[in-house]
């Protein structure tokens, strides 16, 4: 993610010069500076020192050691809590700062702001867990498909394509609702397939899934983090 949003930002006219990282792996380092041309240190305090703004771009497990170790440095730093595509600032940050967070973190791709800090939870169990759940289903596809005597390679290739095509008709600003009734012909395959979805439990399924993947969320910033109630950045 760190990566794809360093590239997103060189492509809309960010100089490499403006960027540092820090990577304690050595072999990533020289990857960055050579694929990226952006200065790469092995010190993090460095890395931040004298930034406007940094992006930690860690597992929540390691974000508690790595910031208590930048404290002094980011004292003066311009921090920001960032969710893969959400956003979320309490009423101290300023609206510059807030747009520098949103100019950074749009160059990974479409972000939203949300009104509370637990709401990244959900947003987590929806967009960052949720290219599990679409995988997973055309893997079930395609193990249906081959059951029903389709070829193995050939079953995969249909639902890899058939992901593809989905997620292109969902970058418009259709409702959802309104793309699903638009390739479902009534009385058709595509209703029946949905019927038997629906007469299984998927929806119930669904929100039971994305209950448990917010409910994860949540006791993983308090395990690594915060207590019930406190700030989580």
């Not at 694929?35 to 240190?41: F, N, P, Y």
């Not at 290739?157 to 012909?185: H, I, P, W, Y």
Request: aromatic share 4%; hydrophobic share 50%.
């Amino acid at each position: 993610m760190a990566r794809a949003m360093i590239r997103g930002l060189l492509q809309r006219g960010f100089g490499a010069s403006q960027v540092r990282v820090g990577e304690p792996l050595a072999a990533q380092r020289d990857a960055l500076q050579r694929e990226l041309g952006v200065t790469a240190l092995a010190d993090n305090a460095a890395a931040v020192s004298g930034a406007d703004l940094v992006v930690l771009a860690v597992k929540p497990q390691y974000a508690i050691e790595l910031l208590a170790a930048l404290c002094p440095d980011l004292a003066r730093a311009a921090l920001v809590g960032m969710g893969a595509a959400a956003l979320y600032a309490p009423a101290t940050v300023s609206a510059a700062q807030r747009a520098l967070a949103e100019q950074v973190c749009a160059a990974a791709g479409s972000i939203v702001w949300v009104q509370r800090e637990s709401d990244l939870d959900i947003v987590t169990a929806l967009s960052g867990s949720g290219p599990a759940y679409f995988f997973q289903l055309a893997e079930h596809l395609a193990a249906a498909a081959v059951a029903e005597g389709l070829d193995a390679a050939t079953a995969e290739q249909l639902a890899r394509q058939t992901l593809r095509g989905a997620g292109a008709l969902a970058g418009g600003d259709t409702r959802l609702a309104d793309e699903r009734a638009a390739v479902t012909s009534k009385g058709g395959t595509t209703a029946a397939a949905l019927a038997a979805l629906q007469a299984g439990g998927f929806e119930s399924l669904v929100a039971t899934a994305v209950a448990a993947a917010r409910q994860r969320s949540a006791e993983l910033a308090e395990q690594f983090g915060a207590h019930p109630g406190a700030p989580r950045h």
